[in-house]
């Protein structure tokens, strides 16, 4: 049961952070300080697994990192691409295709793909 909320926890926490941080991961000194945070969520996720007798779900408290990384790397290849940043869409209408394919793509790999990835692994294991 503990394994599922922390991993919940973790997906929520990528969320908000993608949500209502956004603007802070685009400015340098806002987007280290998530990362400085996400990094201890991740110490202490990495430290649970190995004391935990190896439960593989700990190991989602690496999504929150992981998530801030992979928007950094993302939105620096959208600048170099478009020159500007990405725009949320989240709940807009009326909004360009590259944006709201930016964030689509980013739903998937910051999100999706390390979710599955790990249940995934886990079902191997056991």
């Not at 049961?1 to 941080?21: D, N, P, R």
């Not at 020159?83 to 807009?92: F, H, N, S, Y």
Request: glycine share 4%; net charge neutral; no cysteine.
């Amino acid at each position: 049961m503990s394994q599922l909320l922390i991993a919940t926890a973790s997906l929520l926490i990528t969320v908000f952070i993608s949500e209502f941080l956004r603007k802070y991961l685009n400015k340098k000194e806002g987007f280290w300080i998530i990362i400085g945070f996400n990094l201890i969520f991740a110490l202490i996720g990495i430290y649970i697994y190995s004391v935990e007798e190896r439960k593989i779900l700990y190991l989602n408290m690496l999504l929150p990192l992981y998530a801030s990384l992979v928007y950094k790397g993302m939105a620096y290849l959208f600048i170099r691409w478009f020159d500007r940043l990405p725009e949320d869409t989240t709940l807009e209408f009326h909004v360009k295709f590259s944006d709201a394919m930016f964030n689509i793509l980013y739903g998937i790999l910051a999100i999706v793909v390390p979710m599955a990835l790990l249940f995934w692994i886990g079902e191997m294991v056991e």
